[in-house]
DNA sequence: CGACTAACCGAACAGTGTTAGGTTAACTCA
DNA sequence: TGAGTTAACCTAACACTGTTCGGTTAGTCG
């Protein structure tokens, strides 16, 4: 089937279908080929649109990147950088499979130089030195991708059983799926809270 | 050459040039054959001392865990909490190839939650509740994790020239490799002592 | 000495990302 | 309208990957 009528692969209808396998079928449930089914053609039809595998995940990263809203911190510093990483948080955990991809990158991505930016920008407005603002930035984004993987690893198998008798301190509530969700949330508003006052 | 006098493999043997292989060429430069290659041996003869790539894998990441110190608590639990946080990041940041495998795994990993359960423990005794000591623990591995994987991905390699351009608040001292490991560290006490202080 | 196991090897399987070369439809321009 | 070019797909293959099967032999135990 040469050159249909009218083309059944775009960069964007590739990402999106990508992403979709990524977010059913986990990270490492994407290749190529299966990539390539799901949009009926063949696997070699794709690098007609994209320059490699890696690529389009650095796309679909930098594209799931990009909605991260960091326009906040016209209040003040404090509540912006917890608006900001609330945003950042909300972006990844839309997304989980793709988390790991994202911290084993290099963390120079173009879209999150740029929201650093702004934001370092904003915490030198505020009166810190660029010094500080840059580790106070990456002391976020510790929080921030930190959550982000621990929410995605916690599909926790483990049995409760025996669980409570090798850990007699934890709780093992959060061993419930529902649970986990919330208890990770509160754990990262707990740990957000407490590096910004403690700032 | 079947069945040599002595034999050539050991589970501790393959797992010690695993770790060597993935400290020298990282985490994707760690094929079974190349490790056979390393050991002087067919990729096959593996199988009879590790079930599976994971499984080494897993071994190798408990056997980074294991080193983790968790008896910093006899004095207060904040001091302690420091203690625990450096002392992992040290285990993590001594191989730091292999953190996205550990951060990609379940978080459930035995060695993890016996370190976790001591901490629980000890923030028990200082009075918080359960609850709130399994989201403090949390938090600190929200740090730790994000710490490791940040100064993993710090292989910058920009163009100096440009980033200033586009990047015009942040600090491109960062760039330079000596440097970028100080600030890493410094961001993470920064982060650590911010946490700390903000409970 | 014979049986058995343990340790290694060769070859293969199914899967991966990626490339080269071919085929034909659609577009461009005289 | 017709020729030439480009763009979009295909088939086939390459060099890998993790893993398994069946074989061959050295060491060990009865």
Known sequence: MPRPSTPLLSPDRIRSVALAIIDRDGLDGLSMRKLAAELGVQAASLYGHVRTKDQLLNDIASSILSTVDVSGFTVDWREGLIRCARSYRAAL????NIV??????????????????????????????????TMIAAGLM????????????????SDPADYTD???????????????RELDRDSFELALAAFVRGL
Do not use: K, M
């Not at 955990?93 to 989980?96: A, D």
């Not at 929080?143 to 599909?155: H, Q, T, W």
């Open 100 to 133: 790991p991809f994202l911290a084993y990158g290099p963390a120079g991505r173009e879209e999150s130089l740029q929201r650093l930016d702004l934001l370092h920008g904003a915490l030198v407005d505020a009166g810190w030195s660029r010094r500080e603002a």
């Open 142 to 157: 510790y929080i921030v991708f930190g959550s982000a993987l621990s929410s995605f690893s916690s599909g926790f198998s």
């Open 166 to 180: 090798r850990y007699p301190h934890l709780d093992r509530a959060h061993l419930l799926p529902g649970v986990a």
């Open 93 to 96: 955990s839309s997304h989980p």
